[in-house]
């Protein structure tokens, strides 16, 4: 299975709104994709959320306009996983509700040419972290086959990791164990998430967590203690699954300079924040 994955478009209803007040976020996504338009043997485009900044129904018909003809040309599948800034009723307008019936963006998508990759909605309405549902877990657990299987992947926005920076860390996924104990044994050969905004590897019950760079802003994760900063870069992933009985797992990420950044000066952090400015940002969008 050969994974195009795309994370954090961060699109805006408005065309006239500025992620950042600089990043022209659907100009970033368009001058991504003619970067990896001529990719071959791609089987499914995963993007791994907040696939809009706004939660718009605008954004969302903006998102799939731009989205659908590509994975088309790439002759691959489409498959959307909401995040933290998503909304995911005002996506349910557009691309029509989840598989198990909850407030939730959770589905199973079979490739035709084999495997599944099934979306786990982990946004919590007007909070930054991520949680899951016990019902999630529970039609997670329904889902899931055995080792053996054709190659299952999981997309979840909010990576099943500990973030590398305080902030975050203070945004990150909770409720890992209980997440860990659906998984273990199972036919998950991977997990594509995003939100860090930076390529990332870890994992959880032995299964490898593989995180795409932003396409809004790339974060730098090894900046100086106490600063948070971005820079105004694009990035995206390729992640490959070798067939049963040749297990293996790679991921690939690429960075460009942003094709959306209206200052068009790449040594410019997007943004930098001191200790007091993430202490504001997790008081409003954390626990
Ligand atoms: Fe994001």
Known sequence: MRILQLTDTHLYG????????????????????????????????????????????????????????FAAELGAELVVTMGNHDVPAAYTEVAGPGDHGGPWQDRVHALPGGGLVIVLDSSVPGAGYGHLDPEQLEWLRGVLGSPGDAPTVLAIHHPPLVGATPLLRGLDLDGLDALADVLAGSDVRAILSGHYHHPMTGSIAGIPVLVCPGITNVVDPLAPGGVERAGARSGAQ??????????????????????????????????????????QILDAAGR
């Open 14 to 69: 408005d065309p006239a709104s500025r992620h950042y007040d600089r990043i022209d976020t659907a100009a970033a996504l368009q001058a991504l994709l003619a970067r990896v338009r001529g990719m071959e043997g791609v089987d499914v485009v995963v993007h791994t959320g907040d696939a809009s900044d706004d939660g718009s129904v605008a954004s969302y018909r903006l998102l799939h306009e731009i989205l659908d003809p």
């Open 238 to 279: 390729l992640v490959e699954i070798d067939a049963p009985g040749a297990p293996g797992v790679r991921a690939t990420s690429a960075e460009w300079a942003s094709g959306g950044d209206t200052l068009e000066d790449p040594e410019r952090p997007v943004y930098e924040f001191g200790p007091d400015v993430v202490a």
